[in-house]
C-alpha cells in the first residue's frame, strides 16, 4: 500500500503565496513522474504541474511563472510553490505520483493523494 498525504492549502489573500507538500509512503520501490492537480468548484479535475524523476518539469499555461514544482526524492516528497495567487487559483489541489512497489517493481502504478484546499480571497 502506498500513501500520499498533502499539506500546506489554507486561505490567502490574492497575490500573497503558499508552498504545498506531498510525501508518498509505504510500499515504494521508485517513484517515477509526481505532479499536482486542481479541481475548482463546478470544475473538472486539471493538471497543474507536473515533474519527471530525472526533474523535467511541465506547467499548465495558467500557473506559468507563478508556479514551481519540485521534488525531494530522498523524502519521496513533492512541493509546489505558488505565488502571486489569483481567486481563480482556488481549489482543492491534488499530488499523484507512479509508483513502482517492492512488491511488483516491473511496473508503476498511480496513486492519489486526499487533496488539500486552496482559497485565494480577499
Known amino acids: 500500500q502506498v500513501q500520499l498525504v498533502e499539506s500546506g492549502g489554507g486561505l490567502v489573500q490574492p497575490g500573497g503565496s503558499l508552498r504545498l507538500s506531498c510525501a508518498a509512503s509505504?510500499?515504494?520501490?521508485?517513484?517515477?513522474?509526481m505532479g499536482w492537480h486542481r479541481q475548482a468548484p463546478g470544475k473538472q479535475r486539471e493538471v497543474v504541474a507536473t515533474?519527471?524523476?530525472?526533474?523535467?518539469?511541465n506547467y499548465a499555461d495558467s500557473v506559468k511563472g507563478r508556479f514551481t514544482i519540485s521534488r525531494d526524492n530522498a523524502k519521496n516528497t513533492v512541493y509546489l510553490e505558488m505565488n502571486s495567487l489569483k481567486p481563480d487559483d482556488t481549489a482543492v489541489y491534488y499530488c499523484?505520483?507512479?509508483?513502482?512497489?517492492?512488491?511488483?517493481?516491473?511496473?508503476?502504478?498511480?496513486?492519489w493523494g486526499q487533496g488539500t484546499r486552496v482559497t485565494v480571497s480577499s
Open positions: 499523484n505520483a507512479d509508483v513502482q512497489p517492492f512488491t511488483y517493481p516491473a511496473r508503476a502504478f498511480p496513486y
Open positions: 515533474i519527471t524523476s530525472g526533474d523535467m518539469t
Open positions: 509505504g510500499n515504494i520501490y521508485n517513484i517515477n513522474a
